[in-house]
Structures are given as C-alpha cells and as structure tokens.
C-alpha cells in the first residue's frame, strides 16, 4: 500500500474537463499517448487484483492502438484462457482510473480487494506485449512499476502482436497440462501454427503470390518471422511483404492497412497493385484481415470480415459433413449489424446454418460463439476467428474413421482446431485459414467472392453533441433512445428496396455511426443520407 501510493506519485492522473471520465470500452482505454501513462499505472494495479482473484494465473496486458494513427495508444487486459477482460471487471477499471488523488487510488484499490475478498497475498503474475508506437516503451515502464510496487512477477515480451500475447497468456496458464494451449514462448507460436497450417494443407499446393500489406505496424516483422519457421520444402507458400516500415512511426496504418482498405473500399496507396494478383491487409496490431484484388481494368473487389466467415461456414460445414458428425456438432455464424444482408442470407439460406446477431465489439461475439460446437464469428472489419468446443475437439479426436476421405476430413478439422487462434481474432492465423480453404477448392478470389453478392452499403459517421443520447436495442440494429427516431428511421428504410439502415453510438469516439444497405448503390447512399439527417 504504502509502495502503491508512493509510486503513484510519479503517475498523476490527467481530468478529462467537462465532467468526463475515462472509460473501459470495447477496446480497453485507448486515447492520445500523452495521457495514457498514469492510466497505464493503475491498469497495472487492477492486473495485480485480476491475478489474485483468479488464484494466481497469469494476466495479460496489451499496449496497442490497432488502426488508430501513430500518436494514439491504448492499454487493454487479457484474461487467464486468453479472452478479453469479463465484463463485470470494467467499472473496476473504470473506478481506479478515474480517482482524482493518490490517496483514493488506494482506498478504491482496497474497497475492490475486500468486495471481492481478494486474498493480496496469493502470489501474482502479468505478462505484457506492445505493438511498434513509439510511446510504447514509457507506457510499460509505467505498467512497470505498478506491479513492481504489487510484488507481481513480471515479463515484457515486448514487441508482439495483440493476437499473440492472447497466445501466450492461454499457454502460459494451461502449461504442462492436458489442455495445454502450446509452448510459452513466440517461438512455439510459430512452430505451432506452421504445423498446423502444413497438416490443414494435406498436400494442397497454394497458387500464385500473396502481397501482405502489413499496415506498416508489428504484423510485419511477426508475419517474416513465421514465414522463416515455415519449412519451404513441405508448403509452397509465396508471400510479398509490403508496407513493412516499423521504424518511421507515422506511416503506421497511413494509407495502408486492413481499416484503411475496408473503410474506403480501395486498395492501400502503395504499392501499386499487380493486375488481378491476391492481396491481404493486416491492421496494426494484427488481428483485422482484408483480401482484395485490383483487375486489370483497375477495378477494386474486396472479400471482408463477412466473407471471411462465410467461406469458412462453407468449408467448415463441408468436413464435418464428411467426417460423419452432422448430427453432433452444431455450427453457427455470429455476426454483427454491420454484417452485409446478402452474407446473412447466404449463410442462413443456403448453407442452412444458424446465424447470431450481436451488438458491436468482439467481447459480444466471442461469448455468443461459444455456445456452438464450432463457433464462427467475425465483424465486418476483419476481426474473428473460429471457436471449437471442448466436445467438438473429443469428437474430433475419438471418432475412428470408415474410409481415407472421412479421415481425411477429421484430420483437417483438427488441424484447423490449432491453426485458429482459440482466444481472439489472428489476421496471420486466420490468413492461413483463408490460403488452406482456398488451396483445397482450386479457387482465386473472384471464385470466392461468386458465392454472393454483396448488397451495396454505405456508413456514415455523424459528429453529434452528446453520443450518450443514443441507445440501441435489439443487438444494435433499433434505437430505443431519443424517442420517435427509430420510427423515422423506419419510413425512410420503407421506400427503398432491400433496404435496412440502423443508428448507433460508436463505442471508441464520441460519434454516432449509420450503416445502410440497399439494392443499389445509389439507393444505399441516398438512404444513408436521410437517415444521417434524422440523427444530426
Ligand atoms: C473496437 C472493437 C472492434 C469494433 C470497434 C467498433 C475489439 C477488440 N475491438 O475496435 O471489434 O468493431 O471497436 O468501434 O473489440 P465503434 O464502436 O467506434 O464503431
Ligand atoms: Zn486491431
């Protein structure tokens, strides 16, 4: 106690004027870096707490901004099996970073350790990564010292992506036991995913080049290296890395990255883009993917989140059909509002498999995936992955095949089992899903992208006083708040066809965001628009 408020001292809290407060959101507390090294400290206390709740297993902690520009940062928690931090834990973020003095830093710090009979005691641990801003090094020294003054072993892995340090919190707490999540170590993420990807393969050959554009953030140096662990003579996978600069900090995720080519639906400036050659983006912590292609005719076609999760519907469907276990496992798609109505009908209509809606924010999805056997999730962005149940993996496991293609299949699948990153959207992992899928079908991109087409959209980003006003229902897709405006919102979507259109707060900035979707383009801006104007 009296370490915690002495080193609190070097760590005063900036007020946010106007009555605000900072906030755990979606993403953990993400803002201009400047302000973000007190905030870092006491994130650091609550991780201290967090370990000793959890009976000493290992917490993580992320420094990353994602797609955000290079000034911004952002610190988020990582719990025990590699999920996001459990909901009930955000007000205590919120509490500890929020108290005005260093005194009741402490007493809020006490008052969450006796509600929550924290035995302060039991021995700690935290393990921490950071993406490549340069503010990084300070905001973990910060951390630091925070769990220098908890008594709480402490490694810095340094550089990684958001993705691996889920990894390594999950294989760090399942160490030398049955379910062991693999080697605790960036390494045996490596080895882990290059054998994976090898057995998912079974002798496919991979076609053509891959240009990874890496945003120019950590996802570059991370994706070499595991292309240098991957044994060249057992996969023939050719990849072109581009947007790789992690020295010159401000052309993180500038005109490049999977944010970037989703939210302007275009190709990254640079480099120019090879006629119809297969291109991906990562953002700048990796854990968002984009495919496009750019044709000869320089025309732009992208294969997003919802096309991601389609195509592993499709495939994933398709082995457990031949693996003989239709009728035990159950596969669903969880989605958000943003997801493109066409990808919605797709799934459910023609791949006849259930489909979820839930609000933004990976927290919402993972939990709804994991109620299915094998549990698909992404958002339209490029953020997801593929969850398999502790029943689907004994299925998996036990079931004693009837002929080499049933094998086969169950093989695949539990080669796919180790090459999804159980714990948190990959864009590396999920990249090799996407090669492996498409490697078996002998499909290029526009193959993948004939399955549907996607009905054209547009969203909008509306500057407004108070975003707090704002509140939705119905998974995000109906504003209950301010009073009349959804019925608005509903006799405009009645004039076009195909329609729909929704209005939310964004959780990251204090905007409000209109998504519409129609049968044409020209119909999914004008309807935009009016929308918009009902929300300004
Ligand atoms: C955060 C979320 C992302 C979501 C985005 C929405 C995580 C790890 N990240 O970046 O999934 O799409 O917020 O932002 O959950 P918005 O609320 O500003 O639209
Ligand atoms: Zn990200």
């Known amino acids: 106690e009296a370490a915690i408020l002495a080193t609190s001292q070097n760590y005063p809290i900036v007020p946010l004027g106007g009555g605000q407060a900072y906030t755990y959101g979606t993403a953990g507390f993400r803002m201009k870096a400047e302000l973000l090294a007190p905030i870092c400290f006491r994130v650091g206390l609550l991780a201290f707490l967090r370990s000793a709740f959890m009976n000493s297993q290992t917490i993580g902690v992320m420094v990353t901004a994602s797609h955000n520009p290079a000034p911004d940062n952002g610190v988020k928690i990582v719990d025990p099996m590699g999920e996001m931090l459990e909901q009930d834990w955000e007000k205590y973020a919120t509490a500890l970073v929020n108290a005005a003095t260093d005194q009741e830093l402490v007493k809020i710090f006490n008052r969450i350790a006796s509600e929550l009979k924290i035995n302060l005691k039991l021995p700690t641990k935290v393990i921490c990564g950071r993406d490549t801003r340069p503010s990084g090094p300070k905001l973990v020294a910060a951390l630091t010292d925070a769990l220098a003054a908890t008594n709480t072993e402490f490694i810095n892995y340094g550089w990684l992506t958001t993705p691996q340090l889920h990894y390594l919190v999950r294989a760090t707490n399942t160490e030398g036991n049955p379910l062991s999540y693999g080697k605790v170590s960036e390494d045996g993420y490596y080895e882990k995913l290059a054998d994976a990807f090898i057995r998912a393969m079974n002798g496919r050959k991979i076609n053509g080049t891959l240009t990874v554009d890496c945003a120019n953030g950590i996802g570059a140096p991370k994706l070499i290296k595991f292309l240098k662990s991957l044994p060249q003579d057992k996969v023939n996978f050719i990849v072109k890395v581009v947007n790789d600069n992690v020295v010159k900090p401000d052309v993180l995720n500038l005109n490049c990255g999977a944010d970037f080519v989703k939210t302007k639906q275009r190709a990254p400036l640079s480099p120019e883009p090879v006629p119809s050659g297969r291109s991906c983006s990562f953002d700048g912590d990796a854990d968002r993917l984009i495919y496009y292609w750019t044709d000869a005719e320089k025309r732009f076609s992208m294969l997003d989140g919802d096309r991601i999760s389609s195509l592993a519907a499709l495939f994933l469907g398709n082995l457990v059909e031949g693996a003989g276990l239709k009728d035990e496992l159950r596969i669903g798609v969880v989605q958000t509002a943003y997801a493109n109505g066409a990808s919605t009908a797709y799934i459910s209509q023609h791949l006849k498999l259930p489909v979820i809606c839930t609000p933004t924010g990976v927290k919402h999805l993972h939990h709804v995936a994991q109620n299915f056997d094998i549990g698909i999730y992404f958002e339209a962005n490029g953020h997801g992955t593929v969850l398999f149940s502790p029943d689907a993996l004994s299925a ?141």
């Open 396 to 536: 998996l496991k036990t079931t004693a095949p009837q002929s080499p293609a049933q094998k086969d299949c169950l093989d695949i699948l539990l080669a796919l089992s180790d090459l999804i990153n159980q714990t948190v959207g990959d864009a590396i992992s999920d990249m090799l899903l996407v090669e492996v899928i498409l490697a078996h079908k002998g499909w290029t991109l526009s193959d993948w992208a004939m399955t549907y087409m996607d009905l054209p959209n547009r969203l909008v980003r509306i500057e407004v006083g108070d975003k707090d006003l704002f509140k939705t229902t119905d998974a995000e897709r109906r504003l209950s708040r301010p009073q009349g405006a959804q019925d608005e919102i509903d006799n405009e979507v009645k004039k076009f066809k195909n329609a729909r259109s929704f209005a939310r707060a964004s959780g990251t900035e204090n905007a409000c965001r209109v998504y519409a979707e129609a049968a044409t383009w020209s119909e999914a801006n004008e309807l935009a628009e009016r929308v918009a104007r009902i929300i300004e």
